[in-house]
């Protein structure tokens, strides 16, 4: 069936740091891709998406490309800030959606 | 709009008593979904439904019923609650476009003791 792996945490880093993310993905379609943020105590949000092959997702200075060819989505961001701190899933989607175990993010002021 | 209620947001049951979670979304959405979140386990599917009427089982069903009998909501029975059912609770839905993405609620506490 299909599943998502991504980079187990927690992932510690400074402020203005460089931050990826790993995300690699099994489907037997063509599923839409995602990343979702969960902040303490809250719901997931939506962080951003991709279509299809190809396309980058981007919001709040996040971004992540669909790559066939590696099956993967992976989230990168040039300079986090503290308010980054959260957990980060990635997520596939065809009639249903199948998340990741989810990587805990760390930011050191 | 309010987007995806649940309720309540926080629970104790005793092991072998019965509950349900509600959820409700205002926003027309077809696709409805609940999930399970446990430490170090992310979100696992229970249960879905992809319209009124139809619900299918997610990845972990045992212990748990749904009905869709409204496109607005999407009920969670608990049978008969047991220690292992312990976890935060959430409920999602989507339109029909595989790539619209999923909005949440803000979810269930549960505890059973």
């Known amino acids: 069936g299909d599943s998502v792996t991504q980079m187990e945490g927690p992932v510690t880093l400074s402020e203005e740091a460089f931050l990826t993310i790993n995300c690699t993905y099994t489907?037997?379609?063509?599923?839409?891709l995602f990343w979702y943020v969960q902040y303490p105590g809250e719901g997931l949000q939506l962080l951003l998406k991709a279509t299809k092959a190809d396309d980058k997702g981007s919001n709040k200075g996040f971004e992540a490309t669909y790559r066939k060819e590696t099956t993967s989505f992976h989230l990168e961001k040039g300079s986090v800030q503290v308010s980054d701190s959260a957990v980060y899933f990635c997520?596939?989607?065809?009639?249903?959606?199948?998340f990741g175990k989810g990587t805990r993010l760390h930011i050191l002021p | 709009n309010a987007g995806v209620t649940q309720t309540p947001k926080f629970q104790v049951l005793k092991t072998g008593q019965s509950m349900t979670l509600q959820c409700a979304q205002d926003?027309?959405?077809?696709?409805m979904s609940w999930y399970r979140q446990d430490p170090g386990m992310g979100l696992r599917l229970i249960h879905y439904s992809v319209g009124a009427g139809i619900t299918d089982q997610g990845e972990v069903p045992n212990g748990y019923n749904v009905s869709r009998s409204t496109t607005e909501d999407f009920p969670l029975r608990l049978l008969s609650a047991a220690p292992s059912q312990t976890s935060v609770y959430f409920c999602?839905?989507?339109?029909?476009?595989?790539?619209?993405?999923?909005?949440f609620g803000s979810g269930t506490r549960l505890t059973v003791v």
């Open positions: 997520a596939l989607s065809d009639d249903k959606i199948i």
């Open positions: 489907a037997t379609g063509y599923p839409s």
């Open positions: 926003m027309n959405h077809e696709y």
């Open positions: 999602a839905s989507s339109y029909r476009d595989r790539g619209y993405g999923y909005t």
